[in-house]
Each structure stands twice: as C-alpha cells, then as structure tokens.
C-alpha cells in the first residue's frame, strides 16, 4: 500500500532563501507525482506534474524533481517570496491517487 | 479555460440534516474525483468517476455519502444525515484521462461543511 510522507511538516524561511520541499513515497510503481499548492480557503493549484519516465520539470522559480528508485522527489523554490506562503502539498498515481500531508511555508519579509 | 466550479462555497447545517454539493468538471475531462479534506490533513478520495462509471468508491461512508455524475459531466455529492465529523472541505477535481494513467487533476476552491 502506498504511503507518501512529506518532511518536515512547516517551513519558516526568511525572503529571498532558495528551499526545498520533500516528497517521499514507498512504492516506485507510480505513474506520475504532481505538486500543488493551497493557499487557506482555498482549493488546490497545480505546479508541476513529473511522469515517471522524467527526472524533473520547471516552471519560473519551481523546479521539481522525481527519483523513484529512492522513492523521492524535491520541489526546489528559488529565491523565496512572501507570496510563496501556502501549504504544499504532492500526490503520486497509480491504481490509487495518494496525498502526503503537505509541507506548511511561512516566507517571512 | 473555465476551471472546475463548485457549490455553494460555504454550507452550515445541524447534525442529522442533508446537504448537496455540486460540481462542473473543465469541459472535456473524463475523470471526476471528490476528496474531502479535514484541517491539516492531506485530501482523502471519496469517489472517482470515469465518465459516468465509478472506479472507486472504496472511501465512501455509503450509509450516508452518495454521489452521481449525470450525463459523464457534471456530479453532486449528497450527505444524509449527516454527523459532526463531516465537517470539512469538499474538494472536485478533474483530469483530462480514463485509464489508469489520468495525468494531471485539477481542483475546484472546495465546498467548506461545518455541522454543529
């Protein structure tokens, strides 16, 4: 059975830090993971989407990577905004959609 | 491209009521999910439609959750009666996909329940 965890639980970064945000998963056989972020009150965004052929993707400042044989992925924020202060959370697919807890980021002018 | 529409936002009710969430998919996606999130927990599947055929259902409370998608469009989730611990948000999304692989979903803001 799948099992996503994601460390640590909440982030306090100061502006203008690159961070990174962990993914782990125990079963490689995935067809994708995806990262989202939410903001309070709100739904989930999507960021970034690997499939389990890819090693990485990037958007603007986001770049995430996947290494299934670890059972790992990284979601890497370069140079850090206030606006980037939301939970993020990634999910992995394959006979089931599967959520880690999410990682909880205060970027802190 | 309209994204998912959910309603209403925000739902009050007393234990032992019914309430009805609806939801409109982005126009094309074949697969259509309701998860619902407890505070600080990570979403957790209720129902997944492939067009208009359940694929798993396994989460569903079925003594009071019931859940339809007319027409392979658009779904409503019913809750009947319903307890304390129902308190959440109701969360839609969507994919593109039928199939095991149904790529990247996409969320609707959610429908917040609180039951007193």
């Known amino acids: 059975k799948q099992e996503v965890t994601q460390i640590p639980a909440a982030l306090s970064v100061p502006e203008g830090e690159n961070l990174v945000l962990n993914c782990s998963f125990t079963?490689?056989?995935?067809?994708?993971l995806q990262w989202f972020r939410q903001d309070p009150g709100k739904g989930l965004t999507s960021l970034l989407l690997?499939?389990?052929?890819?090693r990485e993707q990037t958007s603007g400042r986001l770049n995430a990577s996947l290494d299934k044989s670890s059972g790992r992925s990284t979601l890497y924020i370069a140079a850090s905004q206030p606006g980037d202060s939301a939970t993020y959370l990634c999910k992995t697919s394959y006979d089931k959609v599967i959520f880690g807890p999410g990682t909880s980021l205060s970027v802190i002018p | 491209e309209a994204g998912v529409a959910q309603s209403p936002r925000y739902k009050i009710i007393e234990k032992r009521q019914s309430v009805a969430f609806w939801c409109n998919p982005i126009s094309g996606h074949a697969t259509l999910y309701w998860y619902q999130q407890i505070l600080g927990q990570g979403p957790k599947l209720l129902i997944q439609f492939q067009n208009n055929g359940v694929v798993d259902d396994s989460q569903l409370p079925k003594d009071r959750f019931s859940a339809e998608r007319l027409k392979g469009v658009d779904s409503t989730l019913k809750i009947q009666p319903a307890k304390l611990e129902d308190s959440a948000v109701y969360l839609c999304?969507?994919?593109?996909?039928?199939?095991?692989?149904?790529?990247?979903?996409?969320f609707g803001e959610g429908s917040r329940l609180t039951v007193l």
């Open positions: 999304a969507s994919s593109l996909f039928a199939g095991p692989n149904t790529g990247e979903l996409f």
């Open positions: 079963d490689s056989a995935i067809y994708n």
């Open positions: 690997i499939q389990s052929s890819q």
